[in-house]
């Protein structure tokens, strides 16, 4: 039946097939399959601890005693076979060596719950209560575990099924049965963030590092979880935790500066900062943050070398360049300026403020039309603004043209009809016209329409 087999799998064969005989109690066809398994390979561990497990069920004790001793001579560490030993003795009575086989089991396997039971039962005939009850906790607690631990995964299966709240309450379950089962948190509070439960999830987190204290990725998701619902102090003292346990994960040192930066400590902020791009020079949004701080602080040629660095580490990021041309543009160096808000609307084209910026800066270097055409391209990507329709409103007054002018102080408001401003601007447009009556009656918004109307018509 095994001739086509290597010896190692016809003996592993036959192993199992006394193992199949011994479970239907054909203890003498078990028997007759496990020695052929032995004539193959002789002190074959697993035949030599089947052969324990037949003679045992034969009440040949001894015998099956010096098997599952063969067995650990070939397979040292078998915890399971130790245990058996044990057993054998306990049911002689020899109790010491009943204790030092369960003993070694457990020095093995610290999990086997059966042993502990074992050993409890041995010290309850030697009058050791105290012992026996030490043991009996034992057993049932690595018993709970293991059922929280069958919670946890059932748990994982419910979660990838998109069953959630099911999911949930199988972790809710594993962590009543024990409280120090880290997986059952961990995943417990990954779901309730997904649901948005954040001060749920913040105390399984809290209690993760009361489990595992040394573990910095906790302490920077909860860092997450406090910065997002805006306790800002709470979320630096867990970022900090995660730097000290990890200084080289980056991000908790960018969520960190940027908490500092919101905060309004711009100094300490860019300490964190200039770290940051000096350990992970790659970090592009780090350069924007320093430019930022550089602006506020009105240090605006370091800004414009920062932000040339940055564009250097990410040349494609429309946010840079823009950047660059509001500092240039500061320093009332507008050529520069222009060119930096045409390469910003040349990577993103839809951002009506890079189209408002380049028509301030050609505006200030006289080319007007060039800037009214930058202007209705913002008011034709964003025409909800009244400041743009004023703006424009205001370089049609430079041109003189009125009727353009007033048509645009006309739209603001109808956006925002308390802008006084722009009334402000038609009736200066009419006393240009020499319409003064007109002039006053849009000061004081009498007639405004009949009047506006009046004036381009």
Same mark, same amino acid.
């Given at each position: 039946?095994?001739?086509n087999l290597t010896?190692?799998?016809?003996a ?7 193992e199949s005989y @011994?479970e239907?109690?054909k203890?003498e066809d078990?028997f007759f399959a ?5 004539e193959i390979?002789?002190?074959y ?7 324990g497990n037949i003679?045992?069920a ?6 099956a005693i010096?098997?599952? #001793?063969?067995?650990?001579i070939?397979?040292p560490?078998w +915890?399971?076979v130790y245990?058996?030993?044990g057993s054998?003795?306990a ?9 030092a086989?369960?003993e ?8 086997l719950a ?5 050993l =409890?039962?041995?010290?309850?005939q030697?009058g ?8 009996w906790?034992q057993?049932?607690k690595?018993e709970?575990e293991?059922t929280a @631990?069958?919670k946890v995964?059932q748990?994982?299966?419910l979660?990838d099924?998109?069953?959630?709240e099911e999911? *949930?309450?199988?972790?809710?379950? +594993? *962590?009543?049965l024990?409280?120090?089962? =880290?997986e059952?948190?961990s995943?417990l ?5 997904g649901?948005?439960?954040?001060? /749920?999830?913040?105390?399984c987190y809290q =209690?993760?590092?009361?489990l595992?204290p040394?573990n910095w ?8 979880i406090f910065? !997002? ?8 003292e ?6 000290e346990?990890?200084?080289?994960f980056p991000?908790?040192q960018?969520?960190l &500066?940027d908490?500092?930066? /919101?905060?309004g400590? @711009?100094?300490l902020a ?5 770290k940051l791009i ?6 592009w949004d780090?350069?924007c943050k320093?430019?930022e701080?550089?602006v506020?602080?009105e !240090? ?7 932000y040339?660095r940055?564009i250097?580490?990410?040349p494609?990021? #429309?946010?840079?360049?823009?950047? @660059?041309?509001e500092a240039? =543009? ?5 050529h520069?300026?222009?060119? &930096?808000?045409h390469q &910003?609307?040349?990577?993103? +084209? ?6 408002f ?5 050609l505006?200030n270097?006289g080319?007007l ?6 202007y209705?391209? +913002?008011?034709?990507i964003n025409s909800k603004?009244c400041?743009l329709?004023a ?7 430079q041109q003189?043209?009125?009727s353009d002018a007033?048509?645009?102080?006309r ?10 401003k722009?009334?402000?601007?038609i009736a ?7 319409d003064?009556e007109a002039?006053?009656?849009c000061r004081n918004k009498?007639?405004?329409?009949? !009047?506006?109307?009046?004036s381009?018509?």
């Amino acid at each position: 039946m095994y001739s086509n087999l290597t010896p190692e799998m016809s003996a592993f064969s036959l192993c199992q097939e006394a193992e199949s005989y @011994l479970e239907a109690e054909k203890l003498e066809d078990a028997f007759f399959a496990c020695e052929k398994a032995l004539e193959i390979l002789p002190f074959y561990p697993l035949a030599c601890k089947s052969m324990g497990n037949i003679l045992q069920a034969m009440g040949k004790l001894d015998e099956a005693i010096n098997w599952y #001793a063969q067995a650990i001579i070939q397979q040292p560490n078998w +915890a399971e076979v130790y245990t058996n030993i044990g057993s054998l003795y306990a049911k002689q009575k020899e109790w010491k060596p009943a204790i030092a086989c369960y003993e070694k089991a457990i020095e093995l396997k610290p999990d086997l719950a059966g042993v502990y039971r074992n050993l =409890s039962r041995v010290c309850q005939q030697l009058g050791d209560l105290s012992l026996a009850k030490k043991y009996w906790f034992q057993a049932q607690k690595i018993e709970s575990e293991k059922t929280a @631990l069958q919670k946890v995964n059932q748990g994982n299966i419910l979660f990838d099924e998109g069953k959630m709240e099911e999911a *949930i309450a199988y972790y809710r379950e +594993a *962590i009543e049965l024990n409280p120090s089962l =880290s997986e059952a948190y961990s995943k417990l509070a990954e779901v309730l963030v997904g649901h948005g439960k954040l001060k /749920e999830a913040i105390n399984c987190y809290q =209690s993760l590092i009361e489990l595992l204290p040394e573990n910095w990725l906790i302490s920077h998701k909860l860092g997450k979880i406090f910065r !997002e619902i805006g306790k800002l102090n709470d979320a630096v003292e867990a970022f900090e935790r995660a730097i000290e346990l990890n200084p080289k994960f980056p991000w908790s040192q960018k969520h960190l &500066a940027d908490i500092l930066y /919101e905060k309004g400590n @711009l100094n300490l902020a860019l300490t964190y900062y200039r770290k940051l791009i000096k350990n992970h020079p790659n970090i592009w949004d780090a350069y924007c943050k320093i430019g930022e701080i550089f602006v506020k602080q009105e !240090e605006i040629n370091k800004a414009v070398i920062i932000y040339r660095r940055g564009i250097k580490v990410n040349p494609n990021l #429309a946010r840079f360049h823009y950047k @660059l041309g509001e500092a240039l =543009s500061k320093q009332k160096k507008w050529h520069p300026a222009i060119k &930096a808000y045409h390469q &910003a609307i040349e990577l993103k +084209a839809d951002n009506y403020l890079f189209h408002f910026r380049l028509g301030n800066a050609l505006q200030n270097i006289g080319k007007l039309d060039e800037s009214v055409i930058s202007y209705q391209k +913002a008011i034709e990507i964003n025409s909800k603004s009244c400041w743009l329709y004023a703006s424009l409103g205001q370089l049609y007054i430079q041109q003189k043209k009125w009727s353009d002018a007033i048509e645009c102080f006309r739209q603001a408001i109808q956006i925002k009809p308390e802008y006084d401003k722009a009334y402000h601007k038609i009736a200066y447009i009419f006393e240009q016209l020499g319409d003064h009556e007109a002039a006053e009656k849009c000061r004081n918004k009498q007639e405004l329409e009949y !009047e506006i109307r009046k004036s381009i018509y």
